[in-house]
Protein backbone atom coordinates (compact mmCIF):
# COMPACT_ATOMS: atom_id res chain seq x y z
CA UNK A 1 0.00 0.00 0.00
CA UNK A 2 1.24 3.72 -0.59
CA UNK A 3 -0.71 4.60 2.34
CA UNK A 4 -1.57 8.38 2.54
CA UNK A 5 0.01 10.76 -0.51
CA UNK A 6 0.11 14.03 -0.96
CA UNK A 7 0.84 16.29 -3.78
CA UNK A 8 1.91 18.94 -4.69
CA UNK A 9 4.90 18.52 -1.79
CA UNK A 10 5.54 22.16 -2.69
CA UNK A 11 3.78 25.38 -3.67
CA UNK A 12 3.86 29.09 -4.48
CA UNK A 13 0.92 31.26 -5.17
CA UNK A 14 0.17 34.63 -5.95
CA UNK A 15 -2.42 36.25 -3.47
CA UNK A 16 -5.84 35.81 -4.98
CA UNK A 17 -4.88 32.84 -6.82
CA UNK A 18 -6.96 29.16 -6.16
CA UNK A 19 -5.68 25.88 -6.09
CA UNK A 20 -6.46 22.30 -4.87
CA UNK A 21 -4.63 20.09 -3.03
CA UNK A 22 -5.06 16.29 -3.24
CA UNK A 23 -4.65 13.76 -1.10
CA UNK A 24 -5.24 9.84 -1.57
CA UNK A 25 -5.25 6.74 0.86
CA UNK A 26 -5.66 3.54 -0.49
CA UNK A 27 -6.36 1.66 2.89
CA UNK A 28 -10.12 1.88 2.62
CA UNK A 29 -10.10 4.31 5.62
CA UNK A 30 -13.74 6.13 6.30
CA UNK A 31 -12.50 9.18 8.01
CA UNK A 32 -10.17 11.75 6.53
CA UNK A 33 -9.01 14.94 7.44
CA UNK A 34 -6.60 17.73 6.60
CA UNK A 35 -5.05 20.26 8.99
CA UNK A 36 -2.25 22.38 8.90
CA UNK A 37 0.97 23.46 10.91
CA UNK A 38 2.38 26.63 11.20
CA UNK A 39 5.22 27.33 13.82
CA UNK A 40 4.54 26.96 17.34
CA UNK A 41 0.83 25.98 16.64
CA UNK A 42 0.67 22.48 16.14
CA UNK A 43 -1.85 20.82 14.09
CA UNK A 44 -5.07 22.04 13.38
CA UNK A 45 -8.11 20.93 12.26
CA UNK A 46 -9.27 22.69 8.95
CA UNK A 47 -12.11 19.49 7.50
CA UNK A 48 -12.73 16.45 8.21
CA UNK A 49 -14.84 13.43 6.16
CA UNK A 50 -16.24 10.35 8.40
CA UNK A 51 -17.37 8.63 4.81
CA UNK A 52 -17.90 9.71 0.78
CA UNK A 53 -20.52 12.54 0.52
CA UNK A 54 -19.88 13.95 4.34
CA UNK A 55 -17.60 16.32 5.55
CA UNK A 56 -17.92 18.29 8.80
CA UNK A 57 -15.39 21.60 9.65
CA UNK A 58 -12.56 21.58 12.33
CA UNK A 59 -11.17 24.99 13.72
CA UNK A 60 -9.97 26.81 11.16
CA UNK A 61 -12.28 25.84 8.12
CA UNK A 62 -12.62 29.31 6.86
CA UNK A 63 -11.08 30.27 3.22
CA UNK A 64 -10.83 26.31 2.43
CA UNK A 65 -13.53 24.04 0.48
CA UNK A 66 -13.82 20.26 0.51
CA UNK A 67 -15.48 17.25 -0.95
CA UNK A 68 -15.44 13.51 -0.32
CA UNK A 69 -17.04 11.80 -3.29
CA UNK A 70 -14.82 8.85 -3.24
CA UNK A 71 -13.41 6.94 -0.11
CA UNK A 72 -10.06 6.93 -1.49
CA UNK A 73 -9.63 11.29 -2.36
CA UNK A 74 -9.96 14.16 0.05
CA UNK A 75 -8.84 16.97 -1.78
CA UNK A 76 -8.90 20.33 -0.02
CA UNK A 77 -9.45 23.28 -2.12
CA UNK A 78 -8.40 27.04 -2.02
CA UNK A 79 -11.04 29.43 -3.05
CA UNK A 80 -8.53 32.46 -3.16
CA UNK A 81 -5.14 32.48 -1.48
CA UNK A 82 -4.57 34.64 1.08
CA UNK A 83 -0.64 34.95 2.87
CA UNK A 84 -2.66 34.04 6.64
CA UNK A 85 -2.71 30.64 4.67
CA UNK A 86 1.23 30.23 4.03
CA UNK A 87 1.82 26.91 6.03
CA UNK A 88 2.17 23.09 5.76
CA UNK A 89 -0.44 20.80 5.04
CA UNK A 90 -1.18 17.69 6.39
CA UNK A 91 -4.16 15.09 5.29
CA UNK A 92 -4.61 12.04 7.66
CA UNK A 93 -6.87 9.20 7.06
CA UNK A 94 -8.07 6.77 9.69
CA UNK A 95 -9.41 2.68 9.68
CA UNK A 96 -13.34 2.84 10.49
CA UNK A 97 -14.39 3.36 13.84
CA UNK A 98 -14.00 1.13 16.15
CA UNK A 99 -16.08 1.59 20.23
CA UNK A 100 -13.97 3.96 22.06
CA UNK A 101 -13.14 7.11 19.42
CA UNK A 102 -11.18 7.84 16.79
CA UNK A 103 -8.25 5.37 16.15
CA UNK A 104 -5.48 6.23 14.79
CA UNK A 105 -4.42 8.58 11.97
CA UNK A 106 -1.72 7.98 9.45
CA UNK A 107 -0.39 11.26 7.77
CA UNK A 108 0.81 12.04 3.99
CA UNK A 109 4.46 13.88 4.18
CA UNK A 110 2.83 17.51 3.66
CA UNK A 111 2.31 19.75 1.24
CA UNK A 112 4.35 22.97 2.10
CA UNK A 113 2.41 26.62 0.56
CA UNK A 114 4.12 29.50 0.32
CA UNK A 115 1.14 32.53 -0.81
CA UNK A 116 3.25 35.81 -1.76
CA UNK B 1 -8.51 26.91 20.47
CA UNK B 2 -6.52 24.03 20.70
CA UNK B 3 -7.78 21.43 22.64
CA UNK B 4 -4.01 20.38 24.16
CA UNK B 5 -1.18 21.99 25.19
CA UNK B 6 1.92 20.32 25.82
CA UNK B 7 4.36 21.01 28.49
CA UNK B 8 7.41 21.89 28.62
CA UNK B 9 7.24 23.31 24.76
CA UNK B 10 11.34 22.36 24.10
CA UNK B 11 13.19 19.52 26.49
CA UNK B 12 17.26 19.16 26.02
CA UNK B 13 18.41 15.66 27.42
CA UNK B 14 21.28 13.64 27.25
CA UNK B 15 21.11 10.23 25.55
CA UNK B 16 19.98 7.74 28.32
CA UNK B 17 18.16 9.73 30.74
CA UNK B 18 14.34 10.02 31.23
CA UNK B 19 12.48 12.46 28.95
CA UNK B 20 8.86 13.46 30.30
CA UNK B 21 6.17 15.16 28.40
CA UNK B 22 3.26 16.50 29.80
CA UNK B 23 -0.09 17.46 27.65
CA UNK B 24 -3.17 19.37 29.18
CA UNK B 25 -6.60 19.08 27.55
CA UNK B 26 -9.76 21.16 28.51
CA UNK B 27 -13.00 18.88 27.35
CA UNK B 28 -14.02 15.29 27.44
CA UNK B 29 -12.09 12.51 25.74
CA UNK B 30 -12.80 9.00 24.50
CA UNK B 31 -9.15 8.63 23.85
CA UNK B 32 -5.35 10.48 23.90
CA UNK B 33 -3.12 9.73 21.54
CA UNK B 34 0.64 10.37 20.83
CA UNK B 35 2.76 11.65 18.13
CA UNK B 36 6.03 12.39 16.84
CA UNK B 37 7.30 13.96 14.48
CA UNK B 38 10.94 14.12 12.58
CA UNK B 39 11.66 17.33 11.37
CA UNK B 40 9.84 18.52 7.90
CA UNK B 41 8.15 14.74 7.68
CA UNK B 42 4.74 13.77 8.45
CA UNK B 43 3.22 12.43 11.77
CA UNK B 44 3.75 8.96 13.17
CA UNK B 45 1.46 7.88 15.58
CA UNK B 46 3.20 6.66 18.95
CA UNK B 47 0.73 5.08 21.35
CA UNK B 48 -3.40 5.36 21.94
CA UNK B 49 -4.52 5.44 25.55
CA UNK B 50 -8.44 5.46 26.16
CA UNK B 51 -10.04 7.31 28.04
CA UNK B 52 -10.88 4.16 30.83
CA UNK B 53 -7.25 3.62 31.21
CA UNK B 54 -4.66 5.07 33.49
CA UNK B 55 -1.07 4.03 32.12
CA UNK B 56 0.16 2.02 28.88
CA UNK B 57 3.15 0.90 27.59
CA UNK B 58 4.63 0.23 24.60
CA UNK B 59 8.85 -0.48 23.86
CA UNK B 60 10.40 2.49 26.04
CA UNK B 61 7.31 4.00 25.65
CA UNK B 62 5.07 4.87 29.13
CA UNK B 63 2.10 7.05 28.78
CA UNK B 64 -0.51 7.54 31.59
CA UNK B 65 -3.84 9.04 31.55
CA UNK B 66 -5.52 11.55 34.69
CA UNK B 67 -9.28 12.49 33.26
CA UNK B 68 -9.53 13.86 36.52
CA UNK B 69 -7.19 16.51 35.76
CA UNK B 70 -7.63 16.33 32.39
CA UNK B 71 -3.78 15.68 31.38
CA UNK B 72 -0.98 12.86 29.88
CA UNK B 73 2.22 12.22 30.21
CA UNK B 74 4.47 10.80 28.12
CA UNK B 75 7.63 9.25 29.55
CA UNK B 76 10.32 7.94 26.98
CA UNK B 77 13.07 6.47 28.74
CA UNK B 78 16.85 5.60 27.63
CA UNK B 79 16.39 8.69 25.17
CA UNK B 80 18.22 7.97 22.30
CA UNK B 81 19.72 10.68 19.89
CA UNK B 82 17.25 9.25 17.30
CA UNK B 83 14.52 10.28 19.34
CA UNK B 84 14.78 14.05 18.85
CA UNK B 85 11.93 14.95 17.27
CA UNK B 86 8.31 16.88 18.42
CA UNK B 87 5.86 15.04 19.83
CA UNK B 88 1.90 15.74 20.09
CA UNK B 89 -0.77 15.06 21.89
CA UNK B 90 -4.12 14.74 20.58
CA UNK B 91 -7.25 13.82 21.86
CA UNK B 92 -10.44 12.08 19.75
CA UNK B 93 -13.99 13.28 21.46
CA UNK B 94 -17.53 13.11 20.20
CA UNK B 95 -18.02 15.45 17.08
CA UNK B 96 -19.60 14.04 14.04
CA UNK B 97 -20.43 10.70 14.95
CA UNK B 98 -17.62 10.65 17.17
CA UNK B 99 -14.22 11.26 14.94
CA UNK B 100 -12.77 15.03 15.38
CA UNK B 101 -9.30 14.82 16.80
CA UNK B 102 -7.73 17.93 18.13
CA UNK B 103 -4.04 18.36 18.37
CA UNK B 104 -1.64 19.89 21.20
CA UNK B 105 0.97 22.72 19.75
CA UNK B 106 3.88 19.98 20.43
CA UNK B 107 7.08 19.42 22.57
CA UNK B 108 10.15 19.63 20.82
CA UNK B 109 12.81 16.95 22.45
CA UNK B 110 16.86 17.72 21.45
CA UNK B 111 18.99 14.78 22.60
CA UNK B 112 22.55 15.09 22.81
CA UNK B 113 24.98 12.07 22.44
Known amino acids: NAGVTQTPKFQVLKTGQSMTLQCAQDMNHEYMSWYRQDPGMGLRLIHYSVGAGITDQGEVPNGYNVSRSTTEDFPLRLLSAAPSQTSVYFCASSPPLRAGGRETQYFGPGTRLLVL | SQQGEEDPQALSIQEGENATMNCSYK?????LQWYRQNSGRGLVHLIL?????REKHSGRLRVTLDTSKKSSSLLITASRAADTASYFCATASTGLGGFKTIFGAGTRLFVKA
Open chain 2, 49 to 53: IRSNE
Open chain 2, 27 to 31: TSINN
